[in-house]
């Protein structure tokens, strides 16, 4: 038997049992926002210029926010349906309503399509007595002079 699947597991399960989302009775409370750590990684990255201090908030910023934001709302309120609600009767006559429209466009799709028949165009037909067009040369007729 391959002893790595039994290792693998105690080590998850030792994982999960030190966690912090495990643990009874502490909670975890992340750090304010403003506090600074200056760790050995941080101080060495100051100076090495990868990291800039940070800049102090202006007055009115200061002013315009609550010290310490527990909930941020990202949604307005819903909005009230319109209207009432419907009866069980109105209710149903909607679904009577409904079906019956239903079944009249389900007809309507069965339905073969119309042929249609193409017809070459035509020129208009001309009134008795009046002369022929000039741009209509009939074949076989001598040519006006």
């Known amino acids: 038997m391959n002893p790595l699947p039994l290792a693998v597991l105690s080590c998850l399960s030792l994982a999960l049992a030190f966690s ?76 009577h309503e409904l079906d019956a429209l239903k079944a009249s466009h389900d007809t309507i799709a069965k339905r073969k399509p119309a042929k249609v028949v193409y017809k070459p165009l035509q020129a208009p037909a001309q009134p008795k007595g009046a002369a022929p067009a000039t741009s209509a040369v009939t074949p076989g007729a001598p040519a006006a002079r």
């Open 20 to 95: 912090p989302a495990c643990a009874q009775g502490t909670t975890v409370v992340p750090a304010p926002a403003h506090a600074e750590e200056d760790g050995p990684l941080s101080a060495l990255a100051r100076t090495t210029g990868l990291r800039s201090k940070p800049v102090e908030a202006a007055e009115f910023v200061r002013n315009s926010r609550p010290g310490a934001l527990d909930f941020i709302p990202v949604h307005s309120k819903r909005p009230e349906a319109p209207g009432r609600l419907l009866t069980a009767d109105e209710l149903s006559a909607k679904e």
